[in-house]
């Protein structure tokens, strides 16, 4: 894009306070301040006075970057500057597309990158190096970023890395010596700082393919070193979430990304629906442990409850994607339709305190167990005890929860979010419900825990579904045969 060195900043939030940060280090002035709450106006932030939109019909001619977060809100701001203000859209830039041009103009022509370029002996090699920018902890990226990589390890596939930060985790001894801890501060305001870290990092693995996990500033970084360095850089983007925002996130970086690989179908498609170019999306089954015979047992004695299992995190309730909230909901309204059941949760979040508080409130300490967060070795075992999985997501990328309960014999009775209509076929094998329609679940829940024949059946279909699909050899061949194409 034609950037030219001036710009409006619309939004004093934390996002314009960290591009005001990256700026003073750049070319690029500053005209002007703008937000159209009266509370923010005549503040102060970055030496400028935080002024009424009132004043942009000066500024026309100039760019102007949307500062603020919500998407939802970007559009409506966007609309606004054009309806009222007469601001041409084609001067209206979103925030991340400006924050990665900003980025590289100032890395690009610092003294302190040619330095670091100066420095750096070419590897003789391509780097691959997969990104868990957020730790190690066993959350679905990570842990399929770790099987993935003892998968090439194990198939002698070289010059591997993975890159996180510089906490201690319990990681698999084969990949132990391919763990790169880089030091990051991942506060907002310090957003810089890991850049720096990164981009650093990246740099002294070129030539490299660089495959991230989430739209962050991994890939911010990755972004802006193939700005300077475009043909020893490729971008690989695993796509874990199916939801708009995830899909508006990724499109932004569309200019600079080599290939997109969902985990599901459903997000192959969102991508398209979003303009990404149809022959750069792929979409992927992501393997775990599932064994080829289906042996276990249902609780078939209706005077016994039926097993209904959770596991996940537990990340907050209402503006959360996991919904505790509607969890929470669920198991009231099965006590209340005298549903025989007992229910296992296993996870932690931030959510999990003001759950247990609700749990013992309303006196179903005796249906319901928090068992906390579980070894990765115990998850099958946890899921073979259950006849019933539940997941109240408003938004998944293929839920790994799911596809494991499914594997181990357990029904899904789930909401309609991305990836479950590739493994659940309605009243078949599981149970669809739409998103936050609580009363529908409660209803399949009952049916099944009267007709306990239904049970095996389903539980049985359920495994021979996903069972072809968790089989780590054809995954490993087609990650084997995108690193080839990228000279790996």
Known sequence: MGMRDRVVLYGAGRRCERMCAILEKSDITILAIVDNNLDKQ???????IVESPERLVEYSNEYLCICIADSDTVTEVSNMLEEIYHYPANNIIRYFIFRKYVYASVYSHSERTRRMTAQIEENPFKSIVFDCYYGLELGGIEAWTMDLCTGLLQN??????????????????????????????????LEEESFYSVFRYLLSKV?????T???????????????????KVSI????????QKTYGDYILYKDDIDLYIGVSQDIQSGMWRNGADPGKVLAMSCPFECEKELLRTYTSDETLPVKIGYAGRMDG???????MDLLLHLIELLDREQVNFQFELAGDGVAKPAMEEFIHGHQLGQRVTFLGQIERS???????RQDICVNVADYEGRSISIIEAMGNGAIPVVTHVSGVSEDIVDNENGFIVPLGDIETMAERIKYLSVHRERLGQMGMLAHDM?????????????????LAGYGC
């Not at 596939?157 to 391919?178: F, G, L, N, Q």
């Not at 115990?378 to 073979?384: P, V």
Request: with cysteine; hydrophobic share 40%; net charge neutral.
């Open 42 to 48: 005549g503040t102060e932030m970055a030496g400028h």
């Open 156 to 189: 002698n596939r070289k010059h591997i890395r993975i890159m996180t930060d510089d906490c201690d985790y319990e990681v698999p001894s084969i990949i132990a010596d391919i763990v790169d801890k880089v030091s990051l501060d991942k506060q907002q305001s």
């Open 378 to 384: 115990q998850i099958k075992h946890f899921w073979q």
């Open 466 to 482: 996903i069972y072809p699909k968790s089989l780590r050899e054809p995954h490993i061949e087609f990650w084997e045969r995108i």
């Open 207 to 211: 030539p490299c393919v660089i495959v």
């Open 236 to 243: 690989i983007s695993a796509i874990h979430m199916g939801n």
């Open 317 to 323: 309730m209402e503006e959360s994607q996991k919904r």
């Open 213 to 231: 996990g989430k739209p962050n500033v991994t890939l911010l970084a990755a972004c802006v070193l193939k700005r300077i360095l475009p043909e």
